[in-house]
């Protein structure tokens, strides 16, 4: 079934991820410093290499609304196929008309065709119209590309695709592609490799009032991202209604594997985030909301794998008014492997208003499971609030944890749930389940050392049976949840964990 923007636009009112970076705000609790990213993303302007950000002179307010977010404000699509998601936009388009990019050809000689290729991704670019697929041959393509007024349409989108190997390799010089303001665009099946800020940057071209908007990302590759700095392998500024599919993104350096500033309405499905060396995996803040990020593998995430909000300069914000960092994240159906080495967790609600964090299998955290935060403290801001954390499976190390759930201050941790999780030590055969302070009420339907009975964990075989003390064990989630982490949808009740019986 094709989901039409309508259906999309509905199902997508449960999407969002924030985008800031390089003065260091203090964290209330630890000390240790989260990013806020004060780069702004360019105008919309010349389409020309390696342009350079300019100021988006966005004015504060601080008259808001700090009316209560109530998780149950969202709900699945009924329609979308299985319980997998919502179907891409560009599900069934043909496209009108063919660009052809190739190492051997001519941006002067060429003509786009496939006899006559042009030699690079901006000459092509500079002459797409709506229904135009771009077609990337085989091979690297080097260099930093700044790209602007692709502005596809629902029934004629734009697309970037990459033919069997594309490599986009910036040489260590600057940002890989950086793409103002789209419309109605596709990225596929191509890597970016080698960019020592970020790797994918795409903006609203500094207009809060008029977002980027309906863009899917999809069967992409990042390795080598960075320089030390808040360098993320995407970074996402002022885009709705987005979709990030079935990528591999590794090696992120100081940055984090999705990093979004005021995004909302977006769908982060079936990708593997692992190995980074720098803060984390996918961060939401400065005003997003509502975008789901289900059924994914972090493994390997040093920092926090979720962030969900975080701290960014009020100019920053979209909407520019927004009384939270984030509001209305479902983080669901995920596997996490070893997340937060360096001083993280599993998740992170910082400054988040009505956050749900459900139906995960986490395995071996470190430092934390859970914190609670608050780094944005100006008046208009609520405090972090209305958090969920249900119907999970925690396999963990004792030693390696300095408590369950790390709680700061200007927060509200009274207003938190926590239920129908299964803790499991590895290290201490009596653990008698985890301890719950700083005013959190106590956890509901709790399962403590109990063996989930993974197919093979050795394996990173997460999957349980029927026999397994997580199946049909959890609880209603308000919103509901999409389904498991192969797309089954969920029982009734449904298991604790990522997975459905088999």
């Known amino acids: 079934m094709r989901t039409t923007p309508a259906s999309f636009a509905a199902f997508a009112l449960t999407l969002s991820l924030a985008a800031c970076g390089s003065t ?26 390696g342009a350079v950000p300019t100021d988006t002179g966005l004015a504060t307010d601080t008259s808001v609304s700090t009316d209560a977010v109530t998780p149950d404000a969202i709900t699945p699509d009924a329609s979308a196929p299985g319980c997998r998601g919502p179907a891409p936009f560009d599900e069934g388009i043909t496209y009108a008309r063919t660009l052809y990019v190739a ?32 077609l990337l041959r085989a091979g690297t393509y080097t260099g930093s590309a700044f790209l602007s ?31 103002s303001d789209p419309t109605w665009l596709v990225l596929e099946n191509f890597t970016i490799r080698n960019s020592t800020i970020n790797g994918l940057n795409i903006d609203d071209g500094g207009s809060a009032a008029t977002p980027a908007h309906h863009v899917i990302m999809r069967r992409l590759r990042f390795d080598a991202v960075g320089s030390g700095g808040n360098n993320d392998c995407i970074k996402l500024s002022g885009l709705d209604q987005f979709q990030v599919l079935e990528t591999d993104i590794a090696s992120c350096n100081a940055g984090d594997a999705i990093d979004m500033v005021g995004c909302h309405d977006g769908f982060i499905a079936r990708n593997r985030f692992h190995d980074t060396t720098g803060s984390g995996g996918v961060q939401a803040k400065g005003g997003s909301a509502r975008v789901t990020i289900h059924g994914n593998i972090f493994e390997n995430v040093r920092g926090r794998a979720i962030n ?16 939270h960092e984030a509001a209305q ?29 459900a139906n995960n299998t986490v395995i071996e ?50 207003t938190f749930v926590f239920g129908n999780n299964l ?28 063996d989930p009975m993974f197919a093979n964990r050795a394996m ?21 949840v999409l389904g498991d982490y192969d797309g089954r949808c969920q029982g009734a009740p449904p298991s604790i964990g990522a997975f459905e019986p088999r």
């Open 24 to 49: 260091p705000a203090q964290d209330a609790s630890t000390g240790d410093s989260s990013i806020d990213d004060r780069s702004t993303p360019p105008m919309d302007s010349a389409p020309v290499d």
């Open 460 to 480: 990173q075989d997460f999957h349980i049976n029927a026999s397994s003390p997580a199946a049909r064990a959890g609880r209603s989630v308000p919103g509901g």
């Open 103 to 134: 190492t051997s050809g001519n941006d002067t000689s060429g003509d786009g065709t496939d006899a006559r290729p042009f030699a690079t991704l901006r000459a092509a670019a500079m002459r797409a119209m709506p229904g135009t697929r771009i």
């Open 149 to 179: 007024n692709l502005r596809g349409t629902a029934t004629q989108p734009i697309a970037i695709v990459g033919e069997g190997t594309v490599v986009l390799d910036a040489m260590r010089m600057g940002e890989a592609l950086h793409i």
């Open 329 to 357: 994240l479902r983080v669901t159906s995920n596997v996490f492997i070893r997340p937060g080495a360096n001083s993280g967790a599993a998740i992170a609600y910082v400054g988040c208003d009505a956050c749900v964090f």
């Open 365 to 414: 955290p470190q430092t934390w499971v859970v914190r609670i935060l608050q780094e944005t403290t100006a008046p208009r801001f609520v405090p972090s609030r209305n958090g969920l954390f249900v119907n999970n499976i925690v396999l963990f190390n004792r030693a390696a944890l300095r408590t369950f759930i790390n709680v700061g201050g200007n927060t509200a941790p009274a």
């Open 308 to 323: 969900a909000g975080g701290s960014t300069g009020l100019e920053f914000f979209r909407p520019i008014d927004a009384p």
């Open 423 to 450: 803790w499991h030590s590895l290290d201490v055969p009596t653990f008698a389940g985890p301890v719950v302070s700083d005013g959190i009420p106590a956890e509901m339907g709790t399962i403590f050392q109990r």
